[in-house]
């Protein structure tokens, strides 16, 4: 490669993985983060091998009273001295070494460190391209969620291999605004364009995904016969079958149950099964409850009840009967939810939290069924529980549904999903602004992992221990880290990865709100000047002018 | 053309020069020929010349605090007192750093023979400054040690007195001289102010 080097090898850093260099760096090349590399023979073939910069230090400081007035640069006073300025800057850089690229391999540490005084070179854009990632962008498996950072834009695009996310799961984690929302979009923009035509589902409680429709309208999600479809499922759209609640699910729902009501709970649970089979209805649950252990039938509708069981039975009429999701016959069947080329928005805003835990709940328990039924062939199509393809769905507000310190309903299933979902293709992608609340387990089974700036020491902690793949080094740039940076590791790249986000094809639904944008625009509006106009008639005049309450309605 | 004779060393490496005052040589050297930084060959064994560097001057001057009666004004001595020899002279130190033999081949370093008293010492033709620091078609300085330890205060400023001219008669080897360069600059300019 025909470039000037950059630096000199100064001689090994601290750990049998880093050295150092010295160079001037006139131009500041090297950046943290930045890759170079030192050509050595391995195995009689000569090799770039790859580092990361780790550390700059200066080595030639101005004196500290060079720098008594602030208005007089310490340059100015080493110009007095005929000291040319250029001669000043000198750095000592640690580079941690990553190896020779090979193919089948990845990264392969050969485990000599460079030769004192060997030139050490900036790593050429195509050759960063080749190496950092395995997926080309615009093939098929690759997401190409932006450039590598310490380059210029677009320099070299960095794509994730979606085959590693969809086996062994994602995790977008940072603080708020910093941009998972926009970079969740822009991966699933990738995995909707027509090179890869995913299976996709998002779990969105906040209602900003439906501008991905807009997919659905734009040529770069279209080739041939191929079209991208989007489906979002509004809240009041939202299905479940009352019969595929657990018990689990029935304990979690109803409120405030004392040992006995779930020990009755249990019982009728157990009954209605073995009466009804998989499919029960509201009404025969209750009756099962009202029957009692006796299987007793229920005769008498005024006929008094058990204090227990009359207890239990309001608690449930109050959960399932008011609820707009719960009915007795369907669900949102599979294949509506999931299906290649379609990208499944579901709506959870206005449902109340323990609901959206069991709607999650019940169709990761249902996706995950269908999925393992359907490999082992044990359902066939048109059934219910086929589903012939993998499914990768995305989890917003992931702690909700995983918190830490303690298990709830949503936590089993996601783990087993994280543990077992390889198997039968389904993964999950989890995005939290909040990682110390995200159960930990959780967190380190997901293996491809997108962390953005995070600023509070208690999330980082958590970061720290639960993602081995992010070196020490990067995770100091956590804060610093400006909105749209993410940084990317695990199984999905080749080695950690400061990235760009690219921008979106699609419109970002989740804007800031701009209240005193909203508040001026307010008085623009003609309603206010009605208002004012209201308001300066005199009084008998009120009734017939337009009033508050028409302003109000 | 010679520039005066050695009459003294401190060191193997260290001889002192006395400059040719008028009447001493058929032409009397300038200032320049002598000047801080100079490269000289000193007249050594079978047409051999030990190389050296001008890295001090002093003056002689017994009359000066010599504030007697004189019987005669300064300009008028030739006139009356004929046999009245000057005692004034310009000592300028040099340091030895290597040798250049009859056939123009460079040893750099400390020479194993030493000039003897009143051996007369030149200024170095560019020529020649260039077959001393030429070796295999490139520019050495071995010798660098002797200036760097040279304890003086201006050992700096002959460091990178040396570094200019060799930049101008080497340009091809200006790079690595500059390395150099910049090291003694920086140590020699901006740390002691600082
Ligand atoms: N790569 C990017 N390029 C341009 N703008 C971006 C980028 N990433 C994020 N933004 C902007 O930053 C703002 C916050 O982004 P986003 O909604 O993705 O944050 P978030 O991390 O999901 O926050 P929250 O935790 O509140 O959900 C948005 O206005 C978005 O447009
Ligand atoms: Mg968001």
Redesign the interface.
């Given at each position: 490669m025909s470039e000037l080097p950059i630096g000199t090898t100064k001689g090994p850093g601290e750990t049998p993985q880093d050295y150092t260099f010295v160079t001037p760096d006139p131009e500041q090349r090297c950046k943290y983060g930045e890759f170079v590399y030192y050509d050595a023979a391995i195995d009689g073939q000569q090799r770039a091998i790859l580092g990361r910069i780790t550390q700059r230090l200066p080595l030639r400081l101005y004196p500290d009273t060079f720098m008594s007035d602030p208005a007089v640069p310490p340059q100015a006073v080493a110009d007095l001295l005929a000291y040319p300025r250029d001669d000043s800057e000198l750095y000592q850089i640690t580079a941690t070494i990553l190896g020779y690229y090979d193919e089948g391999l990845g990264f392969v540490n050969p485990r000599v460190p460079p030769r004192p005084g060997a030139p050490i070179y900036i790593a050429p854009d195509a050759l960063l391209g080749e190496v950092l990632c395995r997926a080309t962008p615009g093939q098929r498996g690759a997401v190409h969620i932006g450039s590598l950072l310490s380059r210029p834009t677009d320099a070299v695009p960095i794509a994730l291999d979606a085959t590693g996310f969809t086996s062994t799961h994602l995790a977008i984690i940072a603080s708020t605004g910093a941009g998972k929302s926009y970079l969740a979009g822009v991966i699933l923009e990738e995995l909707m364009q027509p090179h890869n035509r995913a299976a996709v589902l998002i779990i969105d409680p906040h209602a900003e995904y439906d501008t991905l429709s807009e997919m659905q309208n734009n040529p770069a999600f279209a080739d041939g016969e191929y079209r991208a479809v989007v489906r979002v499922i509004r809240p009041q759209d939202i299905q479940v079958r009352v019969s595929s609640l657990d018990l689990g699910d029935l304990r979690y729902l109803l409120p405030n149950l004392s040992d006995k009501m779930h020990h009755e709970l249990g019982q009728a649970y157990n009954r209605v099964r073995r009466k009804y089979g998989e499919r029960w209805t509201r009404g025969q649950f209750r009756t099962t409850l009202l029957e009692g252990e006796a299987g007793r039938p229920v005769t008498d509708p005024n006929e008094e009840v058990d204090a227990t069981i009359g207890a239990l039975v309001w608690r449930f009429n109050s959960v399932m009967e008011h609820s707009a999701i719960f009915n007795d016959h369907t669900n949102i069947p599979l294949s509506d939810l999931f299906c290649p080329g379609q990208c499944t928005v579901l709506q959870l805003n206005e449902i109340p939290d323990r609901e959206q835990q069991v709607v999650v709940a019940t169709l990761m328990r249902r996706l995950f069924e269908a999925r393992k039924d359907t490999e082992r062939g044990r359902a066939k199509d048109d059934d219910e529980n086929y589903l012939p393809y993998p499914a990768f769905v995305l989890i917003e507000e992931a702690h909700n549904f995983a918190p830490a310190n303690a298990e709830i309903i949503t936590t089993q299933v996601l783990k087993q999903i994280l543990s077992e979902g390889r198997k039968f293709g389904v993964s999950i992608g989890l995005i939290s602004q909040r990682p110390g609340k995200l159960d930990s387990d959780v967190l380190s089974q997901c293996m491809t992992q997108c962390i953005m700036r995070i600023v509070n020491p208690v999330d980082q902690a958590r970061v720290a221990e639960s993602v081995e793949s992010v070196g020490r080094d990067l995770l100091l740039e956590l804060p610093a880290l400006s909105k749209g940076q993410v940084i990317v590791a695990g199984a999905s790249v080749n080695t950690p990865l400061m990235v760009r986000v690219r921008q979106r094809l699609t419109p970002h639904g989740a804007e800031n709100p701009d209240a005193p944008a909203e508040w001026a625009a307010w008085f623009d509006d003609a309603r206010t000047r009605a208002r004012q106009r209201g308001r300066a008639l005199p009084p008998g005049f009120i009734e017939t002018a337009p009033g508050r309450d028409d302003l109000l309605r | 053309m010679f520039i005066g004779k050695i009459v003294s060393a401190s060191s193997h490496i260290d001889y002192v020069c006395q400059v040719f005052a008028k009447g001493e040589a058929e032409v009397v050297p300038e200032p320049s020929d002598y000047g801080f930084g100079q490269f000289v060959a000193i007249e050594a064994a079978d047409g051999s010349s030990l190389v050296g560097l001008v890295h001090n001057t002093s003056l002689l001057n017994p009359e000066f605090g010599n504030l007697g009666p004189r019987l005669s004004p300064h300009e008028d001595l030739a006139v009356f007192a004929p046999d009245y020899l000057s005692e004034q002279a310009t000592l300028v130190a040099i340091l030895v750093v290597g040798l250049l033999d009859a056939h123009l081949q460079a040893r750099q370093g400390v020479p194993s023979i030493a000039a003897h008293p009143d051996a007369r010492a030149r200024a170095l033709a560019r020529a020649e400054i260039d077959a001393f620091h030429r070796a295999h078609g490139h520019l050495q300085m071995a010798y660098l040690p002797l200036l760097t330890g040279l304890q003086s205060a201006l050992a700096p400023s002959l460091l990178e007195q040396t570094f200019a001219l060799l930049s101008t008669l080497f340009p091809a080897d200006s790079a690595r001289i500059?390395v150099l360069r910049?090291n003694v600059?920086?140590r020699a300019?901006?740390?002691p102010?600082?």
């Open positions: - | 500059n910049a600059a920086w300019r901006i740390l102010t600082g």
